[in-house]
Structures are given as C-alpha cells and as structure tokens.
Nanobody, 114 residues
C-alpha cells in the first residue's frame, strides 16, 4: 500500500524558510516521479515542483526560491522553500506518479504571515 507522509509545515514570517519532507513507503520510490503541489484556500491545486532522475521542474511562482531533492536510499523527497511570502500559504501535498501510480499524501499546512 502506497503511503506518503508530509511533514515540516508550520507558521513562519515572510522572508523565512521551511523544509518540507515527504516519506514514502509501499512504492518503488527510485523509479517514480515525485512532486510537490499546493492548494491555497479557494484555489485549485497547483504544481510546485517535480523531480525524477533528470532536471527538476519548478513552477514559475517558486523558481529561484525553492529546491526539490530526493534521497532514494531513505525514500524521502524534500522541498526547501526560501524567501516565503503570504502567497505561499497553502496546504502542500506530496505526489508520486508514474507507471500507473498517482498517489497523494494528506498534506502539511504552510502559513506565512506578513
């Protein structure tokens, strides 16, 4: 059974940083596309970043401020976010995709105050 568990969210002030983690189990982690998405109140879920074995892909809204990385040995994908602003406030979801899989975590809340 695929399980994705996000952690690392919280309340921060604008300009501060957070590092989110997603621990995966029940999946061949190393061959999956892993990604982070976010959903702000009243808005649709949107891509933040994805990573496979190649070059990471970032949404325009976070380019230059975020870094996605993965540790295949630990089955963990990270999202480091710097220079946070209130527009980054959202529930952040981990996603595993590929070869018939499309699995989501339950999300971790990131709240950025002005």
């Amino acid at each position: 059974q695929v399980q994705l568990v996000e952690s690392g969210g919280g309340l921060v002030q604008a300009g501060e940083s957070l590092r989110l983690s997603c621990a995966a189990s029940g999946v061949d982690f190393s061959i999956r596309f892993m990604g982070w998405y976010r959903q702000a109140p009243g808005k649709p879920r949107e891509l933040v970043a994805t990573i496979s074995g190649g070059t990471p892909i970032y949404a325009d809204s976070v380019k230059g401020r975020c870094t996605i990385s993965r540790d295949n040995g630990k089955n963990v994908v990270y999202l480091e976010m710097n220079g946070l602003n209130p527009e980054d406030t959202a529930v952040y979801y981990c996603n595993a995709f590929g070869n018939g899989l499309n699995s989501w975590g339950q999300g971790t809340q990131v709240t950025v105050s002005s």
